[in-house]
């Protein structure tokens, strides 16, 4: 299992509704936005092809990305009819011969430490579980890891249920991983929470 391929897609189509912004743009300090920093922090855990899934307003994230950690983009023309059309979009473009399983990832969660990526693959290249999820206590958190086998129950689940059936038909105690990175559990989706995410990054950088 050592040298098994797991690309990672990074979900980043959606209109950020109730951020009123692109998330994937929003900015962590230090020139990084959102994006720069999931696709930094899988590629520095060692994921070699990480695939970004864009929809509302592409152009703008490609100009803010160009120079930007090296990632592939794929355009989802469907964004709209919601997360799991994108993650469609992105497994049709990671599926190839020697792939074994997939990270997948949500923009909206910034903070993964790279130390929880690994985490995940190498609990993956011990068990072979077909789900290898984050769990603190109840919670379960990102990235997720889903194993080549589950990839055609995925394209031929229902949309309107999407990814979530599988995941919880699939999880099991042998694939669940217990951190403490809090960074794994912490969607921001509102400009409230993005705002306390700002000042926090700033008192522990010592800031005003």
Known sequence: ??????????????????????????????????????????????VEDVVVVLGHEPEEVLAHFAEGPGARFVLNPEYENGQFSSLLVGLRLIDRPGVAAALVTLVDVPLVDTSTIRAVIGHYRLTGAPVVRPVRGSRHGHPVLIDRSLF?????????????PIVRAHASSAGDVELTDEGAFRDIDTPAEYQRLIAELRQREGGP
């Open 1 to 46: 299992m050592a040298s098994v391929v797991i690309p990672a897609i990074v979900l980043a189509a959606g209109k950020s509704t109730r951020m009123g912004r692109s998330k994937a743009l929003l900015p962590l300090g230090s020139g990084e936005t959102f994006l720069k920093r999931v696709v930094r922090t899988f590629r520095e855990a060692g």
């Open 152 to 164: 055609d129950r995925i394209r031929s689940a229902d949309p309107l249920l999407g990814l979530k």
